[in-house]
């Protein structure tokens, strides 16, 4: 059994009317004959493809009655179910997929299961309403005039996205009307490692053209080693659910209801023998050209820290505002969750609280150890507590950082814990003054001091939070008006109550260059959580070595590890949007905490728009940099989300009119004011959720963050914030949406370009597509596509 490079599993639902293509996550159910009842409508992203029955010449008068509409309804993919047993990488997958036939008449069709070039099969077996069914396989050229007589008759060519891959052929009769059809496949398959880092990829993108939501999707996945220790378990698609159970067997899951996934599951983990150190380091790399830059992540994991390790004792001091403002809910929920922050010390750590409101008020005078004794007296200090008074910030902090640095020792790490609602009130009320106060108690410490701040409401100053977390390598959280303090403040204190490694530093020989690492400064690293390290590197030596210190238990620690940094490497291409990602965050943090330069907006505005990173910002930024750069206003990145006065699109491939140029300057007015705030507000919703949406940038662990960091951003006011950018990424290529018609981001400016012109669905358009298979995973996004690639613009109409 070779060795194969992946076996993602396709899940889409595929039916015709007349040919238009539907696809759910699932198998490809191709049905033959489609009841007069149902039309199918359109995949999204797509623009409608709806194609209606043709209708004879029109007779003379008397004309007959009109047609009656035909309803839009789509099969169901109503549930899917994944279970895959992973053992000495050698993984089993169990899917369950359960249809419905919405029509009221009985179909019948072909499933289909592609299978992704390079990939090989062991056992594949599949039942069909609990009857077992025997599945043809067709290899890549005989697959691939299906694929092309779907793309024909469909008039979409989604499916060239595996043009070159084989499929399993299964005939499914009969598809009941008004029934469910249960589907179940199991295949097994030879995970792909390199180095010793294993991957596992399942394919839930094939739903981004699904027209409804998966109602419940469940992924649950065991990985058990038996040959050594399992480090780093990483998802840079999907925020999952990670449980150990020891050092040699993982447990993963993924739980959504009404989802519509709009990329694949990729799973990562890396494998030590069992002799392994107490931390991993892991590396996993991009690097589409020899002569381009590569991208890498590194993953620094604690693995499984057992039971049989005593914690790190830890010197913590909560300060949390108990002012006028904090009255109702939000006092008592800050109340709660100090309560289980001080449950949740370690018997060796020491704390101290700090209530603060126009004066702040220490529960001990020092630091003292977390026995049950001081943990009652504590508890029974936060029932007493009342909101009243004003806002005393710098005295809270100052009173925080002297308890600290009267006996903090590099022999345990020290934390701040601030909570606050409001701005400073009493004392000094400078961000300068309060900033550096705090720095020059934290400086006299002999310890480093990490201030973590969580800002609640929307009246909080985050530029102050901000610019402390940034001077104490910590990070700021923001609890919005619609989430639960209690509930955010003790999920991120679970993460950060065990330290293992403090003082992180890594350095990488090997490659010719590394370069433009994020973060910048390395966070501690956690038990059960992991540092994620993204970067740049020039071609040099293949193997690189890698050398992390920190301060374990009082002692200074020193790990060593060999990882692979190849010339070329097409896999992992979500690394180089991960990376642009945490630049973006950083920059974007530079601008806002020190002000503007016309080199960091011009760097934020080339990433955004080239790997889909819009907020409200970095939209106006975008806007402001095509306008300045002469790009044609039906070319540009935001057209496709205009309307006009009627609320529809503006024609994408008619040059653009006077109401177009209103539409574009009354945007840009909107992104102006936008940017104002970003640069300008330091409180208020607008400075808050730009806090909110910049520290997940910063800090995102994989691209499910990014999701929230745009969200986070956007206030209920006009704009971008509304989805006026409606863009996709395909093999690292950003397509912008004008009206049907699909733009490579780098085929904007089309002046001085050789332009190769395609009729969709010619003879050229197929034979050039078989000669140039590399276009086909681009030129899938639609039938109108314009895609640049080495120089010449491909013109799809």
């Given at each position: 059994m070779e060795l194969m490079k992946r076996l993602p599993v396709i899940l889409a639902l595929t039916v015709f009317a007349l040919c238009p293509l539907i696809m759910q996550a699932g198998g490809l159910i191709i049905v033959d004959k489609v009841p007069s009842d149902v039309v199918w409508p359109p995949r999204h992203p797509h623009p409608p493809i709806i194609i209606h029955p043709p209708h004879p010449p029109m007779p003379p008068r008397p004309w007959p009655r009109p047609r009656p509409v035909q309803r839009l309804m789509p099969l169901e993919l109503r549930s899917q179910n994944v279970k895959v047993e992973v053992k000495e990488q050698v993984a089993t997958t169990n899917i369950r997929q359960v249809f419905f036939n919405p029509s009221h008449q009985r179909l019948e069709g072909t499933f289909i299961f592609p299978i992704p070039r390079g990939a090989q099969i062991d056992k594949f077996s599949m039942e069909v309403n609990g009857k077992m069914q025997e599945a043809e396989l067709?290899?890549?050229?005989?697959a691939r005039k299906i694929y092309e007589d779907i793309?024909?008759?469909?008039?979409?060519?989604?499916?060239?996205?595996?043009?070159?891959?084989g499929l399993f052929k299964v005939r499914i009769f009969p598809i009941e009307p008004r029934k469910e059809k249960e589907v179940k496949i199991k295949y097994t398959e030879i995970l792909p490692k390199d180095g010793n880092m294993v991957r596992y990829l399942y394919h839930l993108n094939l739903a981004k053209y699904s027209t409804r939501p998966i109602k419940d999707l469940s992924v649950k996945m065991e990985i058990e080693s038996e040959a050594g220790e399992i480090k780093s378990v990483y998802?840079?698609?999907h925020e999952v659910e990670i449980k150990r159970h020891g050092k040699q067997r993982v447990v993963v899951g993924l739980e959504e209801e009404n989802l519509k996934p709009d990329s694949d599951l990729q799973l990562y983990y890396s494998l030590r023998g069992k002799d392994g150190g107490d931390v991993d380091v892991a590396a996993i790399t991009h690097k589409e050209d020899e002569d381009e830059s590569g991208y890498f992540t590194l993953l620094v994991s604690p693995g499984a820290w057992g039971a049989d390790r005593a914690p790190m004792p830890k010197d913590v001091v909560f300060v949390f505002d108990s002012s006028g403002s904090m009255r109702g809910n939000k006092i008592e929920q800050a109340k709660k969750a100090m309560e289980f922050c001080v449950d949740s010390l370690n018997p060796g750590d020491r704390f101290e609280i700090v209530r603060f409101s126009t004066e702040a008020e220490p529960v001990f005078g020092n630091l003292t150890k977390a026995d049950a004794k001081a943990k009652k007296r504590a508890t029974k200090f936060l029932g007493s507590v009342r909101a009243i008074g004003g806002t005393a910030i710098e005295e809270a902090l100052g009173t925080a950082s002297e308890i600290l640095a009267e006996k903090a020792s590099k022999d345990r790490p020290a934390q701040i814990i601030?909570?606050?609602?409001?701005?400073?009130?009493?004392?000094?009320?400078?961000?300068?003054?309060?900033?550096?106060?705090?720095?020059?108690e934290l400086e006299e410490a002999k310890a480093k001091i990490r201030v973590?701040?969580?800002?609640?409401?929307?009246?909080?100053?985050a530029h102050l939070l901000d610019k402390i977390t940034d001077k104490t390598n910590a990070v700021s959280q923001y609890v919005l008006p619609e989430e639960n303090i209690e509930t955010k403040v003790s999920r991120f204190y679970s993460k950060i109550s065990e330290p293992v490694l403090t003082g992180l530093e890594i350095?990488?020989?090997?490659?010719?260059?590394?370069?433009?690492?994020?973060?910048?400064?390395?966070?501690?690293?956690?038990?059960g959580d992991q540092v994620v390290v993204t970067g740049r590197y020039e071609s040099g030596k293949k193997e690189a070595n890698i050398t992390l210190t920190g301060s374990m238990m009082g002692k200074d620690r020193t790990f060593s590890y060999k990882a692979n940094f190849p010339k070329t490497n097409g896999d992992n291409d979500f690394i180089p949007r991960l990376w642009a990602t945490r630049r973006v965050g950083y920059l974007l943090e530079e601008i806002r905490l020190r002000g503007e330069k016309k080199e960091l907006k011009e760097e934020v505005a080339r990433l955004a728009r080239k790997y889909n990173i819009v907020t409200p910002?970095?939209?106006?930024?975008?806007?402001?940099?095509?306008?300045?750069?002469?790009?044609a206003l039906n070319r540009r990145s935001h057209f496709g989300g205009l309307r006009d006065e009627s609320g529809a699109r503006f024609d994408a491939e008619a040059p653009a009119d006077s109401a177009a140029s209103e539409a574009f300057d009354s945007l840009i007015v909107a992104e102006k004011e936008e940017a104002r705030k970003f640069s300008e507000e330091k409180s208020g919703e607008s400075a808050v959720r730009v806090a909110s949406s910049g520290s997940d940038l910063k800090n995102a662990k994989g691209l499910a963050d990014l999701g929230k960091a745009v969200n986070s951003s956007y206030s209920k006011g006009p704009g971008l914030a509304n989805g006026t950018i409606q863009s996709i990424i395909i093999g690292g290529k950003t397509f912008h949406r004008n009206g049907d018609l699909w733009i490579d981001d780098e085929a904007r400016d089309d002046k001085d370009k050789e332009i190769k012109e395609l009729e969709f669905g010619s003879k050229e358009y197929f034979d050039f597509l078989a000669a140039n298979p590399k276009l086909c995973r681009w030129l899938s996004v639609g039938n109108k596509v314009d895609c640049l690639e080495n120089g010449k613009i491909y013109r799809v109409r």
């Open positions: 067709l290899d890549a050229k005989k793309v024909r008759r469909a008039k979409d060519p989604a499916l060239f996205e595996y043009a070159q891959q998802s840079p698609s601030f909570l606050t609602d409001g701005q400073p009130t009493i004392g000094a009320i400078k961000e300068d003054v309060i900033i550096n106060g705090l720095q020059k973590f701040c969580f800002g609640i409401g929307t009246n909080v100053n350095k990488i020989k090997g490659p010719e260059r590394v370069h433009k690492l994020y973060p910048k400064e390395l966070p501690d690293l956690f038990k910002y970095t939209s106006y930024l975008i806007l402001e940099d095509e306008a300045r750069d002469g790009v």
